[in-house]
């Protein structure tokens, strides 16, 4: 069965970090493009960071220079490295697969997506 679990999330202070991991099973990670997306209460679905199957890595705006995106093959996992997180940062986070080549940015593009881990900032 194709099931990705995403884990890491927590509460954590500004200033703060977390990596989020998501593991995969039932397909190989490296052969996807890969990314994480977040939704606040209220907000509209938002995309964080994209990996491509040939490596290429895509930040949005809001977390440039503060999270890292990375792919552990051996492992079938990818990371998310959340630094100087933010109180804006507080969402739930969500990993997602698609067979799509190339940078895909759309969530409507991804086939297979986590549950999601909660990830809050606050003082």
């Known amino acids: 069965q194709w099931q990705l679990v995403e884990s890491g999330g927590g509460l954590v202070q500004p200033g703060g970090s977390l990596r989020l991991s998501c593991a995969a099973s039932g397909f190989t990670l490296e052969d996807y493009g890969i990314a994480w997306f977040r939704q606040a209460p209220g907000k509209e679905r938002e995309g964080v960071s994209f990996i491509s199957s040939d490596g290429r890595i895509y930040y949005g705006d809001s977390v440039q220079g503060r999270f890292t995106m990375s792919r552990d093959n051996a492992k079938n996992m990818v990371y998310l490295q959340m630094n100087s997180l933010k109180p804006e940062d507080t969402a739930v986070y969500y990993c997602?697969?698609?067979?799509?080549?190339?940078?895909?940015?759309?969530?409507?593009?991804?086939?297979?997506w986590g549950q999601g881990t909660q990830v809050t900032v606050s003082s």
């Open positions: 997602a697969a698609t067979r799509i080549l190339g940078l895909v940015y759309a969530g409507e593009e991804y086939d297979y």
